[in-house]
């Protein structure tokens, strides 16, 4: 409905390098910005949170892990399309897949705000680092 009235503005996660500049400017030190870095990559949202947590960051990311995990476990259960389950391996092997066609499991995942699509670049990506390692310690 908003073909040719709407440009596509895609707001992506900061750099490792600028989100590590970031944390460093934040005064962490090499090990807090590598525990951040690790959980978070460069999503802007959780690094605010992150310094905001700075005094427990340890058991901040474990906690953060652990929600999403739960929410992740929460939503597959929920799925109905049984495809959900090939569609989280595939990201969790290769973080990055192309698609051609978004298949009800993928929109599943996308309204689940587990992935993302481009639909430029047509492919699906983890919507963050957390969400990465969230899938792949359900899967496990």
């Given amino acids: 409905m908003l073909h040719g009235r709407a440009r596509h503005l895609l707001v992506d996660d900061f750099?490792?390098?600028?989100a590590e500049e970031f944390l460093r400017e934040s005064g962490f030190s090499d090990k807090e910005i590598r525990l951040t870095l690790e959980y978070f990559g460069g999503k802007p949202v959780y690094l605010v949170e992150a310094i905001k947590n700075?005094?427990?960051?340890?058991e901040f990311c474990e906690r953060m892990k652990k929600m999403r995990v739960s929410q992740i476990m929460d939503a597959i259960y929920r799925a109905e399309d049984k495809?959900?389950?090939?569609?989280?391996?595939?990201i969790?092997?290769?973080e990055i897949i192309e698609y051609k066609k978004l298949e009800e499991s993928m929109l599943f995942c996308i309204k689940e705000n587990m992935l993302f699509a481009d639909p430029i670049e047509r492919i699906l990506k983890p919507q963050s680092r957390l969400d990465l390692l969230a899938i792949r310690e359900v899967l496990q």
């Fill in 15 to 18: 750099s490792l390098e600028t």
């Fill in 54 to 58: 700075r005094h427990r960051l340890e």
């Fill in 83 to 90: 495809g959900v389950v090939d569609v989280l391996k595939e």
């Fill in 92 to 94: 969790a092997e290769k």
